[in-house]
């Protein structure tokens, strides 16, 4: 007799669950269909409205404007630690800034084989070397120096953080 019960209990418990479920499946389908037909009455309604083009006007100007060099800079006092002496000029082009000279100096040689007269100073107050791929006793010399360098090197992010320093 209890097994009889238990299997009643079992089958009602079944029919219950599947009952609920086929419901919520046939709600969420009922939806679906209803927001497809609201879409397919929408995309008719817009796809009736007239499309209106606009002339394509042409405007050509003699005056080509270049944008200015950017001749910002910062200011430090820096010494020669590798390089030529009286190489360093008032205006340099910095490339990379290492807290160890190895690396300064690895830099310093692969600009070195790429022709620029590349030098390592050093900032006494930070510890801090600058590799200088350029220098420069005028500020403009400089400012398109970093440009050019920063255009013949797009591809390499740490070369287009290049800036100015002015050396103290």
């Known amino acids: 007799m209890r097994k009889l019960v238990f299997l009643g209990l079992s089958v009602c ?3 219950a669950i599947s009952s609920c479920k086929s419901t919520k499946q ?4 009922a939806a679906y269909d209803q927001a497809q037909q609201q879409e397919l009455v929408q995309g008719q309604s817009q796809a009736t409205e007239p499309i209106e083009i606009a002339p394509v006007s042409s405007t050509t100007s003699s005056n080509i404007t270049v944008a200015p060099v950017d001749d910002t800079y910062r200011e430090e006092k820096v010494v020669l630690a590798v390089g030529e002496a009286g190489a360093l000029k008032a205006f340099s082009v910095v490339c990379g800034s290492f ?3 190895t690396n300064a100096e690895a830099l310093k040689d692969t ?3 790429e022709g620029y007269s590349a030098l390592v100073v050093q900032n006494p107050v930070s510890g801090m070397y600058r590799v200088v791929c350029g220098s420069y006793d005028d500020k403009q010399k400089a400012a398109e120096a970093r440009a050019q ?3 013949n090197h797009p591809d390499n992010a740490d070369f287009q953080q290049a800036w100015l320093l002015y050396n103290k």
């Open 111 to 113: 600009l070195v084989g």
């Open 99 to 101: 807290t160890s000279k």
């Open 149 to 151: 360098f920063k255009a």
């Open 13 to 15: 418990v079944a029919v």
């Open 26 to 29: 046939s709600d969420i389908k």
